[in-house]
């Protein structure tokens, strides 16, 4: 019967593994640049608002990856190809042939097998994302015809693309890099302060992973939620004394970014898309005072968080750096090899 499976694709596992990988990597990367990266004016901001972005991309891109991977079913006269919310038929009659190409990166091989419809449509299936490839595959391959010389016109190498993306990355990487180059030392005089009285006790909301952090509402500012979280956090003083003396009522005097004053505060500068639509109504603390003019966040302990953490940043990205550079390099070796074979074939 035509509608009976012959043979169907499964999912490579070490591939899957990969990608996971890759998606909680660079979800780390994000995290870091987050924390770490602190801009001092209009320009950096943007740049860290396109880092956010190359990094978001590279995680939904392995997600659709994921979710949008080929599955193929083979029946006697034709094969179905289904993605996510699509399912395509395919006669074995509508194609015009079949090739293949193998790669030889820096870490790593693969062969891409095409199918060439009568439309000039081109499918491709790559042996490496199935377990069980070469069992569907050959079904397939049995029941199409080959055309030698229209595989020779179409036999190009793809190495010199995959290169200069790899090259583009890698000099993504390298700027990100020097990005957390960054080891000035934090002053009370870097920040603008505000007075007001706390609307309720300073409240301390413990997060997973340790990522805890303060909160706390001022009455002459109902508008915004004020944080005290990440480095900030970690210089405190002592934390049970802070919860003890900054109760309902207290007054308090807090210092924050003078970037974020002018913009939420004080109201002289235009907020951005991110800052209205998105965090508009949270504030992050960099220094808090109390009554008797004692300065509760330590300089000294945020300085050594963000040196830490600096140097986490730039070896991460450094690694990346380097990693795709590698790779640019064996992908533009591959492609003069590779090049240098078909022209020895086609001679």
């Not at 499976?5 to 596992?13: A, G, V």
């Not at 010199?160 to 002053?187: E, N, R, W």
């Not at 000294?300 to 968080?305: A, G, L, M, P, T």
């Amino acid at each position: 019967m035509n509608n009976k499976i012959i043979s169907k694709s499964e999912r490579s596992l070490t591939n899957t593994i990969i990608i996971f990988i890759g998606i909680v990597l660079f979800t780390f990367f994000i995290i870091l640049l987050n924390n770490n990266f602190q801009p001092k004016n209009n320009y950096e901001k943007n740049l860290k608002i396109i880092g956010f972005l190359v990094l978001a991309l590279i995680i939904f891109y392995c997600i659709y990856y994921l979710l949008n991977q080929k599955r193929i079913y083979v029946y006697e006269n034709y094969f179905e190809i289904k993605r996510i919310l699509q399912t395509k038929k395919y006669h074995f009659s509508e194609i015009t042939t079949h090739f293949s190409e193998y790669f030889e990166g820096k870490y790593n091989s693969w062969t891409e097998y095409y199918l060439i419809l009568n439309t000039g449509e081109k499918i491709t299936l790559i042996d490496s994302e199935y377990s069980n490839f070469y069992d569907f595959f050959s079904k397939i391959k049995i029941r199409v015809k080959e055309n030698k010389k229209l595989n020779k016109k179409l036999s190009q190498p793809k190495f010199l693309k995959h290169s200069i993306i790899c090259g583009i990355i890698s000099c993504l990487m390298f700027y990100f890099s020097s990005c957390f180059y960054d080891f000035k030392t934090v002053k009370n005089s870097d920040f603008s302060y505000i007075s007001s009285e706390l609307v309720n006790d300073i409240k301390l909301i413990k997060k997973r992973k340790g990522n805890n952090r303060f909160e706390f509402e001022l009455t002459n500012y109902p508008n915004f939620v004020f944080i005290i979280a990440g480095a900030n956090y970690t210089g405190i003083l002592d934390d049970g004394i802070f919860l003890k003396e900054f109760r309902k009522g207290t007054l308090v005097k807090i210092g924050i970014q003078k970037d974020e004053f002018e913009k939420k505060i004080s109201k002289s500068k235009d907020l951005n898309f991110i800052d209205k639509y998105l965090r508009f109504s949270k504030i992050q603390v960099y220094q808090i005072i109390d009554d008797n003019n004692i300065y509760q966040i330590d300089n000294r302990k945020v300085d050594s968080w963000h040196a830490e953490n600096n140097y986490w940043g730039m070896g991460c990205f450094s690694f990346l750096g380097l990693l795709f550079l590698f790779l640019a390099i064996g992908n533009y070796k591959s492609y003069i090899k590779s090049d240098n074979q078909i022209n020895k074939n086609h001679t």
